[in-house]
């Protein structure tokens, strides 16, 4: 059981900027590829970004893209989600994952194995 935890959300002003943070003590860390989902409140979770194993292949949502940057770090077992020109439509709780490596789709949360807890992020207007 591979065990997650956020840490970094909270509240900003609209154009400001977060960085989310995801940890593990699993020393296979580097055998899965991680990705970060949101829920907004009334809402289904959905995807918003995805590395791969070795930390070069990245892939976005559209509604994120050339905003939010992920990147991991293999020695320190640890994903990243740089969040900048934030809007209010980014609320939700955020949940970093890890994606079974012998699944293909990266915005299916179904080809995921082990979840974070959530940490919510807040974005005022």
């Known amino acids: 059981q591979v065990q997650l935890v956020e840490s970094g959300g909270g509240l900003v002003q609209a154009g400001g900027s977060l960085r989310l943070s995801c940890a593990t003590s699993?020393?296979?860390?580097?055998?899965?590829?991680m990705g970060w989902f949101r829920q907004a409140p009334g809402k289904e979770r959905e995807f918003v970004a995805r590395?791969?194993?070795?930390?070069?292949?990245?892939y976005y949502a559209d509604s994120v893209k050339g905003r939010f940057t992920i990147s991991r770090d293999n020695a320190k077992n640890t994903v990243s989600l740089q969040m900048n020109s934030l809007k209010p439509e980014d609320t939700a709780v955020y949940y970093c994952?890890?994606?079974?490596?012998?699944?293909?789709?990266?915005?299916?949360?179904?080809?995921?194995?082990?979840w974070g807890q959530g940490t919510q992020v807040t974005v005022s207007s």
């Open positions: 590395i791969g194993r070795n930390g070069i292949s990245t």
């Open positions: 994952a890890a994606q079974n490596p012998y699944k293909v789709r990266a915005d299916q949360e179904e080809n995921y194995d082990f």
């Open positions: 699993e020393r296979t860390f580097s055998n899965y590829p």
